[in-house]
């Protein structure tokens, strides 16, 4: 399986997919992303259909120890195929740094599975209390838990990893 690096022309395309996967409160709103992404501040892989629409996306962006993974998403039609976990390992080969994400807590089914998908590819369930900040006006902090990549982490990496995404990735847009 193939994967792409985006480009500007793409970011249309990448938010549609991403608005159909991810609730409001885990995304920026479009003019915040678009930014961001022309800024550089972060790269998106993934595979295109037959007529150039974006099916399956991961965003990476790089921090200064680690990347973190902003989202990952596959077109609805196309997930349970193994491409979420092949993209994700293609990640894992790209960039030779350990990463992050952030995932639910695993209270209902659907996170459940999301935190076992993570798993099988290697990911480990940390259970320090994190707190997401809000991507958009209107909503406030979101309990969430931090996965990592090749391996768990201790407490003061736990840390590191909170105040560096909270510093780099989580402004604070009036939209």
Known sequence: MKFEKFKSGDIRSMYNLMEKA?????????????????????DVFGQKDQYGE??????????????YIEHLAIKKELRGQGIG????????????????????????ETAIKRIHFYEK???FYNEYEYLQPP????????PLRLMTYPQKIDEKTYHRYKNMLHERVYFYFEK
């Open 85 to 108: 976990g092949k993209l994700l390992q293609f990640a894992f080969q790209h960039e030779k740094s350990p990463f992050v994400l952030e995932v639910e807590l695993p209270d209902n």
């Open 121 to 123: 590819q290697g990911m």
């Open 135 to 142: 991507l958009q006006k209107g909503y406030g902090m979101l």
């Open 22 to 42: 991810f609730p409001s409160e885990e995304r920026r709103v479009y003019e915040n992303h678009k930014m961001l992404y022309d800024k550089g501040c972060f």
């Open 54 to 67: 974006v099916i399956a996306l991961i965003s990476i962006w790089k921090l200064d120890e680690v990347r």
